[in-house]
Each structure stands twice: as C-alpha cells, then as structure tokens.
C-alpha cells in the first residue's frame, strides 16, 4: 500500500525523504530535522509493512524482510505514488534518498513529477544505469563498496543529461551515525554539496 501525504502545504517546496532498508529511523529522523532549517515542507513516509523499523544491528533480517516485502521495485513505485500526489499542491517536489532509497529516488526521477533528487549511496542505481532522468538528480556515492567498481560505474552515470556524480573515500553508510561506516567529515561535506544542489531557501529568523 502507497503511504498518502497529509496536511495542507505550508511552503512552495516538498522534500520526500527516502528511508534504506531499516525504514523510519533515527538518521532518516534526523535528516528530516535537518531539513526543516529551510522553506519546504519534510515528509518521511515508509514503505515498509505496518512501517517497520530494524536496528543497524539487525541487517541481515532488515534485508530479507524487504527483499519479501516490498522489494525495490514496489517500493520505486510507491515512491512514484506517493511523489505524484504531492504534485498538486507543490511548485517543487525534491526526494533525498539512502542506499535502497536513493536507488529508489533515482527510478523516481524519471517521473515528470519530480523536480530533483539527491541519492546517498545507492549502490544497486548500477542495474539502472541506462535510466535517463527527467530531473536533476546528484549521486553520492562511496569508493568502498563490495562487489562493484564504483568509479566504472560513476563514468557511465556521469554521461546523462543533468546528472552529477560525487565519489567519498569511505564506506557504504558513511553519513549514518549508527553505520560502522560513519565519516564525520565526508558525512558533512556530502551533506553541505546536497544542501546546495537542492536549492532550498533558509528560514528567516
């Protein structure tokens, strides 16, 4: 089932945060509160049954329940869903994404109803990486991740039209607190480069 945004618009600008595999959680929490700082109006749906929540220390069974329920192609189109239903009410419809979020986003993008999308890690965006986008979407991506080559894969990505590929000297995960992978410093300066791709304008006050 599609989660259904609620509320009427208090900004021009939504911002559809995209949780990974453990859904609604404390960092995805934290980068909605992060977000709030600036005019848009923050929306953290999960895709997850009964919206589910399993700790970093559980990611073997966070894994294999999403791979049952909804997989990532049910959760990219609910994201879809969910993103065209905000469209109405919106001027700009953003999404941020990690990991199977971010890959997510980036199936989402090629929706007319988004605007842009920044995408923290999404390491399976190597099995779409024909996909053309119809927004301006930024990849962030870590060097050490297993089993790919992340730099053949950021030259492909970097050839379609409005994409902008960042590679981070760090792990899967480095912009998490509650990752083993955490990085401070590239956690911050992926974070500033989002800030500013997204174009969001700063409260006043």
């Given at each position: ?14 911002v ?19 977000l709030?700082?600036y ?21 073997a069974?966070?894994?294999r ?28 419809v ?9 890959t ?18 999404g ?28 730099p ?25 607190p509650?990752?083993l992978?955490?990085d ?22």
């Amino acid at each position: 089932m599609t989660p259904q945004p609620s509320g009427a618009p208090a900004h021009e600008t939504a911002v559809v945060v995209v949780h990974e595999i453990y859904g609604v959680n404390a960092h995805i929490e934290r980068v909605a509160d992060a977000l709030r700082a600036y005019r848009c109006d923050v929306f953290t749906p999960s895709f997850l049954p009964a919206g589910a929540v399993f700790s970093t220390d559980d990611e073997a069974r966070a894994y294999r329940d999403f791979l049952r329920e909804p997989g990532l192609e049910r959760m990219a189109e609910a994201l879809v869903g969910f993103v065209g239903d905000l469209r109405p009410d919106y001027r700009r419809v953003l999404c941020v994404g990690f990991s199977v979020g971010a890959t997510c986003a980036w199936l989402a993008s090629a929706s007319a109803d988004l605007d842009g999308a920044v995408c923290f890690y999404g390491s399976r965006i190597r099995d779409h990486a024909q996909l053309q986008p119809a927004a301006p979407c930024l990849l962030l991506f870590a060097e050490r991740e297993p089993g790919f080559s992340v730099p053949e894969v950021a030259a492909v990505l970097r050839h379609r039209r409005g994409v902008t590929v960042e590679t981070y000297a760090c792990g899967h995960g480095f912009c998490n607190p509650g990752s083993l992978s955490y990085d401070p410093v590239h956690a911050r300066r992926a974070w500033e480069s989002a800030v500013r791709f997204l174009r969001l304008p700063e409260r006043s006050g």
